[in-house]
């Protein structure tokens, strides 16, 4: 809350605070600003604007507004619609039984052990895929890196071809070979202690939930590794060639220069990443359709509203689900402490 | 901007014109073809090896230009089918000529009048010399709201060799604990579907069907009314017998995802025994493991107790019509063709579904094809649909929840399903 009248001193190295820390101290009023070269050296706002500023405002709602308008048309208007939906029961094969009932479909939601055990399953699925991938995107990003110049190609290459992949058909891919009738899997890794011919890894909640993360995580790592690439690619090469001359470590170089100097990047990767796990369809409904305690928020959202057909229930599911990802994105901003709206490198 | 005659550019426009002016005529050209031609019917078929799109082609050429009858292909499994018919026509989508839809959730779609009314000599002409099972499914409060084409039962099918081993005589009716017994006499695993899926339903519902009790007792009721009959002995019963097939294993290790194709793998592999299944597992072996086909065995599905007799699941496809659909008429005409006696029979024997018309049996491809169609036809006689009630897919899904994994269902599985389904209807609970 006081990030923008105290900022407090950049946890990184002596001397290299991070660029994206470095500049709420000297204006507050950049974030609020939108931070633009145009904006930061403007005067007061009320100050008369010349022709040609006017004609690039102009211009500027020529070029942006055709996409504000469809913005407005394809997400708000569902969004407000299924808020208003859910304010009723009302079933799509019974029209004219719509009657409204105010709040109660969130307090059925809220008060339903369904709910909160699959906000449960949702978390920890995001939680942990989100936590994997970051190790892992992380490795691969440090790989891609370093790797020598006529490597690089074929090496992000075969680095993206699971991000490359159609979820649905990564899900089937990843079902057919654990499927006990159809796996592979199971006569494959026999020799391992807790496998054998028999295991049904889509008949309870553990083996199941673990092949779902690890598609998922298979699936997705490659994406948080471009993005972390995109950052390590950002961190200037003196800093880390500053830090090894004074002697740090490879550790000391990587938590204490790189790391903090990648904030944005992580943070982005993060965002994107948890906000895509939190929303995870494709994979639980080719492989468990949630049975067996594998189901998700998106899930009771889409069981609600399309298989129930009960528009008002699913549309309070839906709008439940709508603020959670709000709500995780205001604490993914807030938590790293990133001026999104800034501009990142901090040139 | 400075506006520089190019010759590039002019081309460039040119040929936008002229792509323009084609695109405009050929979609004039197509709503003229349109106007002129005969109406065109859309028939929203489930997936099948291709008989719908053939009976499509047959009707068309036997209208003599009346009509064309063009296929348009709907999910793989029932429920998401059930989920795209419902959405279009509660959209008052024109397009939904004729429809394939499955038995159970024919209720949902004719209560709040989303089926066009089939006309009186529809009807006639196509109930007339029909399987029980199927006039029942076709029907909603005492009235014929779809029309049956195709009728399915599942059969008790068996490994003859197994059978013998312990000393099961299957010229007789058999019951659930005698095969239970059989099977784990022998070693073997019994083929029963206990995925969470609709399968689940239809076993769930035929055990109780078998004992004379129904799942729903009042299936026109609204939801607050609505009565179940779970909760009751012949639920206990039913929990008994899947709770013990899954806690003694005798599903097999994947019986909490086992669904038809997976039980009739089971039943052809080395464990195979007895198995519950729809008809078109005999084609499938036929054509996977010939030579299994001398061992293997079809019965009346297994009793609930000797003495009283089994009621089959039904399954199959009944043919409806969009209330919006823009010729109501000339759909009712192409659907006495498509479920005439020769397509019905020409299905069964190309396809594997059974017919709904009894005559359609006798028909000699048919006897050669499946030496068992005197007894499926027995079968579909016997059989008694899914709940009918126009919260079908509630009543479903809480069942499905509730009866799996089999290995988890005991006595207080149905009082604990009825219960659950009454808040469920309530709006009280999620499902």
Aim: hydrophobic residues 45%.
């Amino acid at each position: 809350m006081s990030e923008t009248t105290e900022p407090r001193p950049a946890r990184a190295a002596e001397g290299t605070p991070s660029p994206t820390e470095r500049e709420p101290r000297r204006s507050t009023d950049v974030a609020r600003s939108g931070s633009s070269d145009v904006a930061t050296q403007e005067k007061p706002r009320k100050r008369v604007k010349s022709e040609r500023a006017k004609a690039e405002t102009r211009l500027g709602w020529m070029l942006a507004g055709p996409a504000f308008v469809l913005m407005l048309l394809v997400t708000v208007y569902p969004i407000l619609q299924a808020v208003f939906d859910s304010l009723f029961s009302f079933r799509l094969t019974a029209p004219d039984d719509r009657e409204f009932v105010g709040l109660a479909n969130y307090g059925v939601i809220l008060t339903d052990g369904v709910f909160w055990y699959d906000l449960g399953i949702t978390l920890l699925i995001t939680v942990i895929t989100v936590a994997v991938e970051l190790v892992l995107g992380f490795a691969l990003a440090l790989v891609m890196n370093n790797a020598i110049r006529s490597l690089r190609g074929p090496l992000r290459t075969a680095i993206l071809v699971p991000y490359g992949t159609i979820t649905v058909v990564s899900a089937f891919a990843w079902f057919y070979a654990f499927d006990i009738n159809t796996g592979y899997i199971n006569s494959w890794f026999s020799w391992l202690p807790f496998i054998s011919e028999d295991t049904a890894w889509f008949g309870s909640t553990a083996p199941a939930l673990f092949v779902i993360m690890a598609s998922e995580i298979w699936k997705t790592t490659p994406f948080i590794s471009l993005l972390l690439l995109s950052g390590l690619a950002q961190v200037p090469g003196e800093l880390t060639e500053a830090a090894k001359v004074d002697g740090a470590t490879w550790w000391e170089r990587m938590s204490k220069v790189i790391l903090p100097n990648m904030k944005a990047a992580i943070m982005v990767a993060v965002l994107f990443r948890a906000l895509d796990a939190f929303r995870i369809f494709d994979n639980i409904f080719i492989m468990t359709n949630g049975a067996y305690g594998t189901e998700t928020l998106s899930l009771l959202a889409y069981r609600t509203s399309i298989g129930r057909l009960e528009i008002g229930m699913g549309s309070a599911v839906s709008v439940v689900l709508f603020l959670c990802v709000i709500l995780i994105s205001f604490i993914a901003i807030k938590g790293f402490k990133v001026d999104l709206a800034g501009r990142g490198g901090g040139k | 901007m400075r506006r520089s005659p190019d010759r590039k550019s002019r081309t460039r426009a040119s040929a936008g014109l002229a792509a323009a002016a084609l695109i405009a005529t050929a979609a004039l050209s197509g709503c003229a073809a349109d106007e002129g031609g005969p109406p065109a019917l859309t028939w929203y078929i489930n997936p099948d090896d291709g008989g719908q799109a053939t009976i499509a082609q047959r009707c068309t050429e036997a209208s003599g230009g009346k009509y064309t009858i063009t296929t348009s292909l709907l999910p793989r499994d029932a429920s998401s089918q059930r989920e795209q018919l419902a959405r279009r026509l509660a959209a008052g989508d024109k397009s939904m000529d004729i429809m394939s839809l499955d038995p159970p959730f024919v209720p949902e779609l004719a209560e709040p009048g989303f089926l066009a009314p089939v006309p009186e000599n529809v009807v006639a002409e196509t109930t007339s010399d029909i399987v029980e099972g199927a006039l029942a499914g076709a029907q909603w409060n005492d009235q014929v709201v779809a029309v049956p084409f195709w009728a399915n039962t599942q059969l008790l099918w068996y490994r003859k060799s197994v059978a013998q081993a312990a000393g099961l005589d299957m010229n007789q009716p058999v019951t659930w604990d005698q095969i239970m017994e059989a099977a784990k006499s022998q070693d073997k695993q019994l083929g029963v579907q206990g995925v969470r899926s609709e399968s689940m339903t239809v076993w769930v519902n035929a055990l109780y069907e078998s004992q004379g009790t129904s799942i729903v007792e009042n299936p026109g009721a609204s939801k607050d009314e609505v009565q179940l009959g779970l909760d009751s002995e012949a639920g206990r019963e039913a929990a008994r017998v899947i709770g013990t097939i899954g806690r003694d294993g005798l599903g097999g290790p994947g019986l909490s995802t086992a669904d038809e194709s997976a039980s009739m793998a089971l039943f052809q592999g080395d464990k195979g025994s007895f198995m519950v299944n729809w008809p078109f597992i005999w084609p499938a072996t036929e054509a996977d493991q010939p030579e299994l086909l001398d061992d293997i065995g079809a019965a009346l599905y297994p009793r609930m107790t000797a003495d009283q007799p089994s009621a089959p699941p039904l399954g199959g496809i009944m043919l409806g019509v969009g209330a919006n659909s823009d010729h109501p008429d000339l759909a009712y005409e192409a659907i006495t063709c498509i479920a005439s006696v020769e397509n019905q029979a020409y299905y069964f024997e190309s396809n594997g579904n059974p017919p709904a018309k009894k005559a359609a049996f006798d028909d000699p491809k048919v006897r050669e094809k499946f030496p068992m169609a005197p007894l499926i036809r027995e079968s579909l006689d016997m059989a008694k649909p899914r709940p009918q009630t126009p919260y079908y897919n509630e009543v479903s899904t809480a069942i499905q929840q509730r009866w799996t994994p089999a290995e988890a269902v005991n006595e207080n599985t149905p009082a604990d399903t009825s219960e659950f389904i009454g808040q469920v209807l309530r709006g009280e609970r999620l499902l």
